[in-house]
């Protein structure tokens, strides 16, 4: 069974600052994680994505997020930020090597406001 | 770029009435799911569908909920009697790849009065 915790249900950030959204997981086994942006009023965009190789994965917008398998991490970075990236980010996990046939398993989501 | 659409972006119906939802998923895809999210909360899994027959469930998925494909582009899912607590945000998804990343539609806004 997979399922992810994301700390801080909302975070607030001036422009220009660093963001960082939390996001642990629990996996009984090599799991493949996501993430991905909500803006109001539209669906699930992704953000990026960790299966295999790379432990920093690169993202759109500027995001990378770190897989770090001893602490069960993959939290989401961006170094400076845009008031653009006011949304939702929720972080979601799915067992590995099972194609496309698993269930994402979603967490309950970090809201981004962004300041000037 | 291929994507999934999904159709009516937003039903308002009346209590006890059915309710279907319309998806197309990507052409080459093979599994199909749809997500629910209530107002404020988090993404739940609802329902996946492969090789035309459901494949996994959740609890939320009870008898009042189906889902087919009934040609070979659109997957559907049918509320049978709709509930004030069916009032949500829903998701279509498909998937085909190795990696399990899953594409979603901008969702059908279901509001129950």
């Known amino acids: 069974a997979q399922s992810v915790t994301q700390l801080g249900s909302h975070v607030s950030v001036s422009e220009g600052a660093l963001v960082l959204l939390r996001c642990n997981y629990s996996s009984s086994v090599p799991p493949y994680l996501f993430w991905y942006v909500q803006y109001p009023n539209q669906g699930l965009q992704l953000l990026l994505k960790?299966?295999?190789?790379?432990?920093l994965v690169k993202g759109i917008n500027g995001f990378e997020a770190e897989f770090k398998k001893s602490e069960t991490s993959f939290h989401l970075t961006k170094p400076s930020a845009h008031m653009s990236d006011a949304a939702e980010y929720f972080c979601?996990?799915?067992?590995?090597?099972?194609?496309?046939?698993?269930?994402?398993?979603f967490g309950t989501g970090t809201q981004l406001k962004v300041e000037l | 770029e291929p994507e999934v659409t999904q159709t009516p972006s937003h039903q308002v119906t009346q209590m006890g009435q059915e309710v279907i939802l319309r998806c197309v998923p990507i052409?080459?895809?093979?599994?199909f799911y749809w997500y629910r999210q209530i107002l404020g909360q988090k993404v739940e899994f609802l329902v996946s569908f492969y090789n035309n027959e459901i494949s996994e469930k959740s609890e939320i998925f009870d008898d009042q909920f189906s889902v087919e494909r009934p040609d070979g582009s659109n997957f559907t899912l049918k509320i049978r009697s709709t509930k004030l607590e069916d009032s949500a945000m829903y998701f279509c998804?498909?998937?085909?790849?190795?990696?399990?990343?899953?594409?979603f539609g901008e969702g059908s806004r279901l509001t129950v009065l």
């Open positions: 960790y299966t295999t190789g790379a432990t």
């Open positions: 052409s080459n895809h093979l599994y």
């Open positions: 979601a996990v799915s067992p590995m090597g099972a194609g496309g046939g698993n269930k994402l398993t």
């Open positions: 998804a498909s998937g085909g790849g190795v990696t399990g990343e899953l594409f």
